[in-house]
């Protein structure tokens, strides 16, 4: 059974950082096209990252380039999202989400091709 568990949301002031975790099991993270999403009260859930199976390719919807990245950590079987210089418009739920779709020069920011998702963790940045 494929469960992924997301970590390090919290509360935090502009300017601050974040470090988000997803953690995999019943499955290999490697092989896999993984995103981050996001969902705040109202909108519509977001792509903020993606990176490929082969570490690749990353993209980033324009708003985050330049603060947050996306890496990997095989031997944990956890891909992360580093959160810098956040902005109370960053305030969401955030999703870690695998698709079995090979990315190659455009990003896979569709929901719809992600088949496992996690159950969200909270990111607030407010003064």
């Known amino acids: 059974q494929v469960q992924l568990v997301e970590s390090g949301g919290g509360l935090v002031q502009p300017g601050g950082s974040l470090r988000l975790s997803c953690v995999a099991s019943g499955l290999i993270l490697d092989y896999y096209t993984i995103g981050w999403f996001r969902q705040a009260p109202g909108k519509e859930r977001e792509g903020v990252s993606c990176i490929s199976s082969d570490e690749e390719r990353k993209f980033y919807v324009n708003s985050v380039k330049g603060r947050f990245t996306i890496s990997r950590d095989s031997a944990k079987n956890t891909v992360h999202l580093e959160m810098n210089s956040l902005k109370p418009e960053d305030t969401a739920v955030y999703y870690c989400?695998?698709?079995?779709?090979?990315?190659?020069?455009?990003?896979?920011?569709?929901?719809?091709?992600?088949?496992?998702w996690g159950q969200g963790t909270q990111v607030t940045v407010t003064s």
């Open positions: 989400a695998i698709s079995p779709a090979l990315m190659g020069v455009y990003p896979i920011f569709r929901p719809d091709d992600y088949d496992y």
